[in-house]
């Protein structure tokens, strides 16, 4: 299968910085790529869709100043978490695909924890 | 809106059982479905892929069906080990190419 990399897998930060986690798709250009969140003992929620070129579509419940999603490449999408706070803290991970795919493909994740 | 309900929530097994993990969707006009092993504290590693075409899908000791109209897919894990003792999770796609929505899980203990 394709290869998605994301890009810290761990970040340990202080309430109110912003986190900037990155997710590439190596071999493979990339229309569409997703975000998820997954609590501790929960299942991935969607919390927004990143399409290049063009600004993502937010799930209805997810701050869109809040997490900031940037497509610019076909091979790059970042979300930054603005201003962090501790109830941020998760495991973010990313998906990607493209338009002759059927099947996404998920990046390792990203634990992000807010002291 | 697409739903998924994964039942058991949790299963606890002594070695070699033979396993059946439920999944259940709401939008029967889905196009695929796949099936997710994810460890603690890990990421997802994708198990099996249902096209909407296939009735099933086979990989080693892990078999997948898909029954669009009842809105069901069964993983079946055969001679369970404890290195399967993991969360196994389903999803759908809804509304978009690819735009998964996931069950809550089945997380699986297989003891020794």
């Known amino acids: 299968g394709a290869v998605v990399s994301q890009h810290p897998s761990w970040v340990i930060c202080k309430s109110g910085t912003s986190v900037k986690i990155e997710c590439r798709s190596l071999d493979f250009q990339a229309t569409t790529m997703f975000w998820y969140r997954q609590f501790p003992k929960q299942s991935l929620m969607l919390m927004a869709t990143?399409?290049?070129?063009?600004?993502?579509?937010?799930e209805q419940g997810v701050e869109k100043d809040k997490f900031l999603i940037n497509h610019a490449s076909l091979t790059l999408s970042t979300l930054t978490v603005t201003s962090a706070h501790p109830e941020d803290s998760s495991f973010y991970i990313c998906?990607?695909?493209?338009?002759?795919?059927?099947?996404?493909?998920f990046g390792q994740g990203t634990r992000l924890t807010v002291v | 809106k697409q739903e998924v309900t994964q039942i058991p929530a949790a299963l606890s097994v002594p070695e070699g059982e033979n396993l059946v993990l439920n999944c259940s969707f709401t939008d029967s006009a889905i196009y695929n479905l796949q099936w997710f092993r994810q460890d603690p504290g890990k990421g997802l590693t994708s198990l099996l892929l249902?096209?909407?075409?296939?009735r099933e899908q086979t990989s080693g000791r892990l078999n997948a069906s898909l029954d669009k109209s009842s809105g069901r897919s069964t993983l079946y894990i055969a001679a369970s080990q404890p290195g399967d003792s993991a969360t196994y999770l389903c999803a759908g796609p809804s509304g978009g190419y690819n735009k998964l929505i996931f069950g809550a899980g089945t997380r699986l203990a297989v003891h020794p």
């Open positions: 998906s990607a695909s493209n338009r002759g795919n059927t099947e996404a493909f």
């Open positions: 249902i096209q909407s075409s296939q």
């Open positions: 990143s399409n290049e070129g063009s600004k993502a579509t937010y």
